[in-house]
């Protein structure tokens, strides 16, 4: 069978887990009043990233100039790549307007006017809807068996990735982050669980746990991804450096889990 | 309305792939990408063993997920049923072959879109048949409407055993096959597309 999504597609997968998981984290982190700085770089930070994963998703179409057919036609909204493309062009939109009104605010300090307010709601709103989005996308795909009923799977790995950088930028999201890597182990334990339930699904199971994508299931997902920076935050909660390292690992560890849910039984 | 569909007889196919051959030229189908081509699988072993022939192409299904895959309205469904692609509207995302469980797309680098088996509705529109139908010398493709209870795919289909590739797929095919040995399952992970990464060029060395 020939495997139609290849490389960009699985590079979309798995980094657009950062712009969202940054929208909602830097929102969650900052929501008892934010820090200006992290407000900002969070606003900024997703829409560069969202913007340079666009610029990946029009790369990969054969006629790139024709990508406007996806935002402009509304034939066929059963189609999850029609809904995804105008959700990314609206959150983007929705970026733009919440990073000019945190530049044009005197003092920097300020509380957002109210109407930046309701279009910050109405990005959580799309951010959560994005962070749904791969699973739907690759629902249609019988390239990705895995990823169709990965809905909450590809929510924690967005939030983790979120929270992660959040982390690296000084914010104050340790808690969030345990909590995550806490509710991700859980998600995958019942993953597992539902994968050897069914016969059709064992071999996708064992070619997670036994098979080729075993060393990075195991060895990137699982242990740098989840065990060891539970084990970093919980052991040496106020050492720094090794609060930075563990959220580089769960931002590789969750990177591994969007791919492997891309690519396992393709 | 009809209901178009085309229903193969593998007890009658010999694998002579005047049809794979007929539909290349009749699309000009790029080196390596198939709209139609018949699948050659053996089963048992010495000394009882036996080779099957099965012609496979896009089921112009009921439930197409390549239709509903698509973002931009390029796979249409035209008024007698068949499942076609516009070029002019696709801009290659892929959609519909991802979601396709029979490989039936492939990406036509001449014409810049996705591509497939179209049951030569530009011939039917003349009241003529798909030109794999047209060369099939054992008359084992017939072609119609399935809702004409007098025409002849519809007696044969009504006269014999039929079944779909992947029934579990779900799609509702509308190619039906006659397959008293049982064959299909044998192709049941398979796709109409052909690996041809093994193939020689063709070029002198
Ligand atoms: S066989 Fe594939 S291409 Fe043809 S209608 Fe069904 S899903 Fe679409
Ligand atoms: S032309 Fe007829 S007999 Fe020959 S391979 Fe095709 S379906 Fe079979």
């Known amino acids: 069978m020939t495997v139609a999504w290849g490389p960009l597609l699985a590079a979309y997968v798995v980094l657009v887990g950062l712009p969202t998981g940054l929208t909602l984290m830097t929102w969650w982190v900052g929501r008892s009043g934010a820090s200006v700085r992290l407000e900002r770089i969070g606003a900024w930070g997703a829409l560069v990233a969202l913007v340079a994963i666009s610029v990946l998703l029009v790369a990969d179409l054969g006629r790139p100039e024709r990508f406007?057919?996806?935002?402009?036609?509304?034939?066929?909204?059963?189609?999850?790549?029609?809904w995804g493309a105008k959700l990314i062009a609206l959150k983007i939109l929705l970026l733009l307007l919440v990073v000019h009104a945190v530049e044009r605010r005197r003092p920097p300090d300020r509380p957002l006017p109210r109407l930046t307010k309701v279009v910050a709601v109405l990005l959580l709103a799309v951010s959560?809807?994005?962070?749904?989005?791969?699973?739907?996308?690759?629902?249609?795909?019988w390239a990705s068996p895995l990823a169709g009923g990965a809905g909450v799977l590809f929510v924690l790995t967005a939030l983790l990735m979120g929270a992660a950088v959040v982390v690296l930028l000084g914010g104050e999201g340790r808690t969030a982050l345990l909590g995550l890597l806490a509710a991700s182990a859980v998600a995958l334990a019942v993953e597992a669980l539902a994968l050897a339930g069914r016969p059709g699904d064992r071999l996708l199971l064992a070619e997670l746990t036994t098979g080729g994508s075993a060393p990075l299931f195991w060895g990137v997902a699982v242990g740098a991804g989840l065990l060891l920076p539970a084990a970093g935050l919980l052991t040496l909660p106020r050492n720094r450096v090794v609060t930075a390292l563990c959220a580089v690992a769960v931002l590789a560890g969750a990177a591994a889990t969007r791919y492997l849910l891309f690519a396992v039984g393709s | 309305m009809a209901r178009l569909g085309m229903l193969i007889d593998l007890r009658t196919c010999i694998g002579c792939h005047a049809c794979s051959v007929a539909c290349k030229a009749e699309f000009d189908v790029p080196l390596g990408n198939f709209r139609?081509?018949?699948?050659?699988?053996?089963?048992?072993?010495y000394p009882k063993v036996t080779r099957h022939f099965i012609p496979v192409l896009c089921n112009h299904c009921e439930d197409a997920p390549c239709l509903s895959a698509c973002p931009t309205g390029a796979v249409v469904r035209l008024?007698?049923?068949?499942?076609?692609?516009?070029?002019?509207?696709?801009?290659?995302?892929?959609?519909?072959?991802?979601?396709?469980?029979?490989d039936a797309i492939y990406v036509d680098e001449d014409r810049g879109a996705a591509a497939k088996c179209t049951f030569c509705d530009h011939r039917t529109a003349e009241g003529r048949q798909p030109a794999c139908v047209d060369a099939c010398p054992t008359n084992c493709r017939v072609f119609g409407d399935l809702d004409d209870p007098e025409s002849e795919i519809a007696v044969r289909a009504a006269a014999n055993d039929v079944t779909v590739w992947k029934e579990s797929a779900g799609t509702r095919p509308k190619v039906l096959y006659v397959d008293p040995k049982n064959a299909l399952p044998l192709i049941e992970e398979q796709g109409v597309q052909v690996d041809t990464t093994a193939d020689l060029s063709g070029e002198p060395a």
Do not use: W
């Not at chain 1, 996806?70 to 909204?77: E, I, Y």
């Open chain 1, 68 to 82: 406007h057919l996806m935002l402009v036609r509304f034939d066929n909204l059963a189609s999850p790549i029609s």
């Open chain 1, 128 to 141: 959560f809807a994005l962070a749904l989005y791969p699973a739907a996308l690759l629902a249609r795909s």
């Open chain 2, 36 to 45: 139609d081509t018949v699948k050659y699988v053996e089963e048992g072993a």
């Open chain 2, 79 to 102: 008024d007698d049923g068949q499942v076609t692609i516009e070029d002019g509207d696709c801009n290659l995302n892929r959609a519909c072959m991802a979601a396709c469980p029979y």
